[in-house]
């Protein structure tokens, strides 16, 4: 049970609301055991007897209170469920999207959005039906048999034995459900994965000819799917078999000795009915439970897929940082001292291997060297996604280790060579470096990047829409639109990663144009390929194979002749 206490908890939030849905639920069933009461009363004075109406009346008095009762235990119920589920959804998203980049490394995006559907949906009938039925039935099912040994005690003792005797096997294969019920999840969370990646790259997909390749791939995931699904049918096929074969068997069983007492004349043919009665709200209350226990184990089977992401641990939070004299802190140079590092999934691999610089205030820097050489992997470090490294990074001397994750992240701007663009429009792109800007503020970013003019042609403007990941943009509006995003962040660090490597001539100028107005005044690193970019850069660091081979200004590197140089004859006429 403790794998499941996140869950618990999510459920106790609203106890107030459940113990409104328990006085409905309580309620109704002592009106359903009402009901025996009224028809054995009716049987036993006879039909023609003056008390006729007054009992029919009762019984229809009854229907009425218990109609309302069950849909005011409905509504609370299903609106309990559907809050808890909400709750869970929103909880999990804001702790997931707080996790580091490792979090990541062995979990598909598809798993975690079939977990935020399908497993909550699991959760959802939990807490709003199955709980219900579970405590209905079982208030049924010990008030009929209260109520049944009232009216005959040995009948009610043979049934009590024959129910006893069915729990085992009920127990036994509701294990069974919660294992299968837990792979078939697994394998719905595949299929969702693997949808989701081939229509994230239908473009390739198509380029290559693969649809045929991709649709045998998805057919037999699904066809995993199905198998698993159909071993967890069968589990629970079995379970209801065996609980209505064993309950209501008994139930027959004990109305025929039922029918030879009242042969006899110790049962009146009204305390029969009665007893009928109950024994069939008993056995039905006993077959929804074993139902219910199925839905159970399948809903513990996904709260422990769920736990595994509640579980995770986020990043510190902190948003504002003070240094000695109350004033906010502010990041001015960056230092790494020695530093090694290796990816979680393969810690025998060094990517960094004894890295050392400075970034001076307001200077521009450059990271340039052949692919893998960990230029990427700085800026992993830099932004603190990483935190298992040797040797020290420093901003403005005070450790990396020491400031909060979102502080360092609010002081740096990054523009990647491939810029997330959102499916929202152009306005609300830009506005993504700074929530609060006002459009004026936008569209001065955008001009200072040289993006009103393409946004300006949109058929909306501003306010159009750019598509899944912006693409209705060619790659150098989607890297202006980032940069517009960065200047209106207005961050002292600027980090850009190869931000023009894949864009033609034409929108390579553009681009730099925006960058001569975002450079200025900030402490900035750039890793490049295109070495005209970074030729008046104060600073380039060379890297190859995770160390720092040589560093200084462009014209002290040719000189050097060493792999600066070597890159540089490939791209320029030396």
């Avoid at 009992?55 to 809050?83: D, K, Q």
């Avoid at 003792?157 to 294969?173: D, V």
């Avoid at 697994?186 to 991709?214: C, H, M, N, P, W």
């Avoid at 209501?248 to 009146?268: E, P």
């Amino acid at each position: 049970m403790k794998k499941n206490n996140l869950l618990i908890n999510f459920l106790s939030r609203y106890k107030y609301y459940w113990c409104a849905a328990l006085f409905l639920l309580v309620f109704a069933a002592l009106v359903t055991l009402a009901v025996p009461i009224a028809f054995r009363e009716l049987i036993d004075a006879g039909l023609s007897d003056e008390s006729v109406d007054k009992n029919f009346m009762l019984l229809f008095l009854l229907a009425i209170l218990l109609g309302l009762l069950v849909s005011a235990r409905f509504y609370m119920m299903s609106m309990i469920g559907e809050r808890v589920v909400a709750d869970l959804r929103k909880e999990i998203f804001s702790r997931v999207i707080k996790n580091p980049p490792v979090f990541f490394e062995s979990l598909k995006i598809g798993e975690v959005l079939s977990r935020l559907t399908t497993d909550t949906s699991l959760v959802q009938t939990l807490a709003g039906s199955s709980i219900s039925i579970a405590l209905r039935s079982f208030i049924l099912l010990f008030g009929s048999l209260i109520m049944m040994m009232f009216t005959s005690p040995n009948l009610s003792i043979i049934i009590i034995a024959l129910m006893l005797l069915t729990i085992s096997p009920l127990i036994f294969f509701g294990k069974k459900v919660r294992k299968t019920s837990r792979d078939n999840q697994d394998k719905i969370a595949d299929i969702s994965s693997q949808a989701g990646e081939v229509l994230d790259s239908i473009s390739t997909v198509q380029s290559f000819v693969r649809e045929g390749y991709e649709g045998k791939r998805f057919s037999k995931a699904v066809e995993n799917a199905f198998l698993s699904a159909r071993l967890r049918i069968l589990s629970r096929s079995l379970l209801t078999v065996l609980a209505v074969t064993f309950i209501f068997g008994g139930v027959v069983f004990v109305l025929w000795l039922g029918a030879k007492n009242v042969s006899s004349g110790r049962l009146s043919f009204g305390e029969l009915t009665q007893f009928v009665f109950y024994a069939v709200f008993m056995a039905g209350s006993f077959a929804a439970l074993a139902e219910v226990w199925g839905d159970l184990q399948r809903a513990l089977g996904a709260s422990e897929r769920l736990n595994e992401l509640l579980g995770g641990k986020g990043e510190e939070n902190n948003r504002a940082l003070l240094n000695n004299n109350g004033v906010t802190f502010k990041i001015k140079n960056i230092k790494f001292v020695n530093v090694d590092f290796s990816y979680p999934a393969f810690p025998e691999k060094k990517v960094l291997n004894q890295v050392s610089f400075t970034l001076d205030e307001g200077s521009m820097n450059a990271l340039v060297g052949p692919s893998g050489a960990g230029k990427s992997t700085v800026f992993m470090v830099l932004l603190g996604f990483y935190k298992s490294l040797k040797g020290e990074i420093t901003f403005s001397d005070r450790d990396i280790s020491t400031l909060p994750v979102n502080f360092i992240r609010e002081s740096v701007s990054v523009v990647s060579q491939n810029p997330s663009i959102f499916s929202a429009s152009a306005m609300d792109n830009i506005r993504y470096g700074k929530l609060e800007a006002s459009d004026e503020e936008v569209i001065l970013a955008a001009k200072a990047a040289n993006a009103h003019g393409f946004i300006s042609e949109l058929q909306e403007g501003y306010q159009s829409f750019l598509g899944q990941k912006g693409v209705r943009l060619s790659g150098g509006q989607r890297q202006r639109i980032a940069i517009a995003r960065a200047l209106l962040k207005n961050s002292s660090i600027l980090l850009l990663d190869e931000a023009t490597s894949s864009l033609d001539s034409k929108s390579e100028a553009e681009v730099q144009k925006g960058l001569e107005k975002l450079l200025p005044g900030r402490t900035s690193l750039v890793i490049a390929h295109r070495l005209a970019t970074v030729r008046r850069a104060d600073k380039i660091i060379v890297m190859d194979k995770g160390k720092i081979v040589e560093s200084g200004k462009h014209d002290f590197l040719i000189k050097n002749n060493g792999l600066y140089s070597k890159l540089a004859a490939f791209q320029f006429e030396i």
